[in-house]
């Protein structure tokens, strides 16, 4: 096809694209049923269940784009191996041109009415091998950093690159040099009504739709995905709202319940956001949150702070936030700090009460090196001993505390799960819990119980403490530590 075919006939492609897509649901995994989806937890909705069962979602990966890595089974494996279930996978467009969404032609121009099978394959690889592993994914259907600069310059989106549409049909431009943030990209602008719309881009929409739709033919077969429209958005809520609309409607037709929202960037500005507090009061096109970017910039207590704001408002219509970003690593001028720094916003998120909880890709973030295993191994002992979905913040039951030292998330009289960033002691109000309290100190850099024995070293075993009074709690060395308190 060139670029000066006609417009219905560009159009039929399209449709019978579309008609190709349905008819690819013949095929592979049946679906799910409703009620083992991944849903809002029944007793707690500000929690995920799936299969009936309440679910902490925790994660690290190397990349972000999962489902493009060569060694996808291995690294599936080794997140598995410590305890991690959450993945985030982002619909690249940004790698060679090999790993496009699109046919590349022997020319070397993309068909834009042609799929890529590898890249989709991939895909649907990825989905059935996390599915076997009970691995989350967390879907990106956009990434506007894909669509500018040196990434634009390679897209099969742009048309010097495709056979399909000319600049002239669609009003796309050559060069998108300015940052994303700057929101210069007419392709997030396709909706009517927007402020860079005009007709022309109805074309660009329809390529844009046949994209969603064949990434839907796959992933709406499963139950263990989540949606999100788009990384650290700037542009006017419009965009992300018609494909959270698109992605429900196609739900619908094929009798699936799926779970959509969008990510806005100036989370990290906590109650000064223009554009994340559209979540709050919009619970049916963001069916729940995610607050990835308080994760970045934002410090100690200022993190807490922040990240409880938002939580409070997003839980007026109760539901799951998550994190599938937390940044931590490679101090970025953009506020990432270092790898200790993503360890503790890890930690505040879990105490917080978020949903999720993932460290970011390298070098932005911890990925799954190996501060990121021993955390992720020490949450999940502490969810051995205290379900999280349980508890929530209390530090009004903490005192004697420096700042940025110790962090509590209770069920006050039964149980507190008390967090020290790097050591440290503080009183811990135990009024309201006479009698005896079992105690397990969990190591955050190992991710291992520990207790530390009276005349010095470490054994592996539990010890009581006896409540009804406020208590100083001592971690036993310096280093980050979590304590599993619970009424015996």
Same mark, same amino acid.
């Given at each position: 096809?060139?670029?000066?075919?006609?417009?219905?006939?560009?159009?039929?492609?399209?449709?019978?694209?579309?008609?190709?897509?349905?008819?690819?649901?013949?095929?592979?995994?049946?679906?799910? $049923?409703?009620?083992?989806?991944?849903?809002?937890?029944?007793?707690?909705?500000?929690?995920?269940?799936?299969?009936?069962?309440?679910?902490?979602?925790?994660?690290?990966?190397?990349?972000?784009?999962?489902?493009?890595?060569?060694?996808?089974?291995?690294?599936?494996?080794?997140?598995?191996?410590?305890g991690a279930n959450y993945v985030r996978n982002t619909m690249s467009q940004r790698e060679?041109?090999?790993?496009?969404? =699109?046919?590349?032609?022997?020319?070397?121009?993309?068909?834009?009415?042609?799929?890529?099978?590898?890249?989709?394959?991939?895909?649907?690889?990825?989905?059935?091998?996390?599915?076997?592993?009970?691995?989350?994914?967390?879907?990106?259907?956009?990434?506007?950093?894909?669509?500018?600069?040196?990434?634009?310059?390679?897209?099969?989106?742009?048309?010097?690159?495709?056979?399909?549409?000319?600049?002239?049909?669609?009003?796309?431009?050559?060069?998108?040099?300015?940052?994303?943030?700057?929101?210069?990209?007419?392709?997030?602008?396709?909706?009517?009504?927007?402020?860079?719309?005009?007709?022309?881009?109805?074309?660009?929409?329809?390529?844009?739709?046949?994209?969603?739709?064949?990434?839907?033919?796959?992933?709406?077969?499963?139950?263990?995905?989540?949606?999100?429209?788009?990384?650290?958005?700037?542009?006017?809520?419009?965009?992300?709202?018609?494909?959270?609309?698109?992605?429900?409607?196609?739900?619908?037709?094929?009798?699936?319940?799926?779970?959509?929202?969008?990510?806005?960037?100036?989370?990290?500005?906590?109650?000064?956001?223009?554009?994340?507090?559209?979540?709050?009061?919009?619970?049916?096109?963001?069916?729940?949150?995610?607050?990835?970017?308080?994760?970045?910039?934002?410090?100690?207590?200022?993190?807490?702070?922040?990240?409880?704001?938002?939580?409070?408002?997003?839980?007026?219509?109760?539901?799951?936030?998550?994190?599938?970003?937390?940044?931590?690593?490679?101090?970025?001028?953009?506020?990432?700090?270092?790898?200790?720094?993503?360890?503790?916003?890890?930690?505040?998120?879990?105490?917080?009460?978020?949903?999720?909880?993932?460290?970011?890709?390298?070098?932005?973030?911890?990925?799954?090196?190996?501060?990121?295993?021993?955390?992720?191994?020490?949450?999940?002992?502490?969810?051995?001993?205290?379900?999280?979905?349980?508890?929530?913040? =209390?530090?009004?039951?903490?005192?004697?505390?420096?700042?940025?030292?110790?962090?509590?998330?209770?069920?006050?009289?039964?149980?507190?799960?008390?967090?020290?960033?790097?050591?440290?002691?503080?009183?811990? $109000?135990?009024?309201?819990?006479?009698?005896?309290?079992?105690?397990?100190w969990i190591s955050i850099s190992m991710g291992r119980t520990v207790e530390s024995s009276?005349?010095?070293?470490?054994?592996?075993?539990?010890?009581?403490?006896?409540?009804?009074?406020?208590?100083?709690?001592?971690?036993?060395?310096?280093?980050?530590?979590?304590?599993?308190?619970?009424?015996?």
């Open positions: 096809m060139t670029a000066g075919n006609n417009q219905m006939y560009r159009t039929g492609i399209i449709v019978g694209l579309a008609m190709a897509v349905a008819a690819s649901w013949g095929n592979g995994a049946a679906h799910a $049923d409703n009620a083992d989806r991944i849903q809002p937890y029944s007793e707690n909705p500000t929690y995920w269940q799936y299969k009936g069962k309440p679910v902490m979602l925790l994660g690290g990966s190397k990349t972000d784009h999962v489902f493009l890595l060569d060694d996808l089974e291995e690294h599936l494996d080794e997140i598995h191996a410590v060679g041109i090999e790993l496009k969404p =699109h046919k590349l032609l022997p020319d070397g121009k993309f068909d834009m009415d042609q799929w890529n099978e590898e890249y989709w394959q991939r895909f649907q690889n990825m989905l059935k091998w996390t599915d076997e592993r009970d691995i989350f994914v967390q879907i990106e259907v956009w990434d506007r950093f894909d669509f500018s600069g040196q990434n634009w310059e390679t897209s099969p989106w742009n048309p010097r690159n495709n056979v399909s549409y000319t600049y002239g049909q669609t009003g796309l431009a050559a060069e998108y040099p300015a940052h994303p943030s700057q929101d210069q990209q007419p392709f997030f602008h396709s909706i009517k009504g927007m402020p860079r719309y005009n007709g022309k881009l109805d074309l660009v929409r329809s390529y844009q739709e046949a994209f969603v739709d064949k990434m839907l033919s796959y992933s709406l077969k499963y139950g263990h995905v989540l949606y999100c429209m788009n990384n650290e958005t700037s542009t006017p809520a419009a965009w992300g709202q018609h494909w959270i609309n698109f992605i429900k409607a196609k739900a619908a037709e094929k009798g699936v319940g799926v779970w959509a929202t969008d990510m806005f960037d100036d989370a990290y500005q906590g109650a000064q956001a223009k554009h994340a507090s559209i979540v709050f009061d919009d619970p049916e096109h963001y069916m729940f949150a995610d607050i990835s970017q308080v994760n970045s910039r934002n410090f100690d207590d200022t993190h807490w702070d922040r990240l409880h704001w938002l939580l409070q408002q997003v839980n007026k219509h109760p539901r799951p936030s998550n994190h599938t970003k937390i940044y931590g690593s490679g101090y970025h001028t953009f506020g990432t700090g270092g790898p200790e720094d993503g360890v503790e916003r890890f930690w505040r998120n879990i105490l917080g009460g978020s949903a999720s909880a993932r460290f970011h890709r390298p070098d932005a973030g911890n990925g799954l090196n190996d501060w990121a295993k021993a955390s992720i191994r020490a949450a999940r002992l502490l969810e051995g001993q205290i379900k999280l979905w349980e508890i929530a913040p =209390h530090m009004e039951l903490l005192s004697d505390r420096a700042p940025n030292e110790a962090y509590l998330a209770a069920k006050p009289g039964e149980q507190y799960a008390l967090y020290f960033t790097n050591g440290g002691s503080v009183s811990l $109000d135990l009024s309201n819990a006479p009698g005896t309290l079992n105690i397990t009276a005349k010095g070293g470490y054994r592996l075993m539990d010890k009581t403490i006896d409540g009804g009074s406020v208590v100083t709690l001592s971690a036993p060395y310096k280093g980050g530590w979590v304590a599993a308190v619970v009424k015996k």
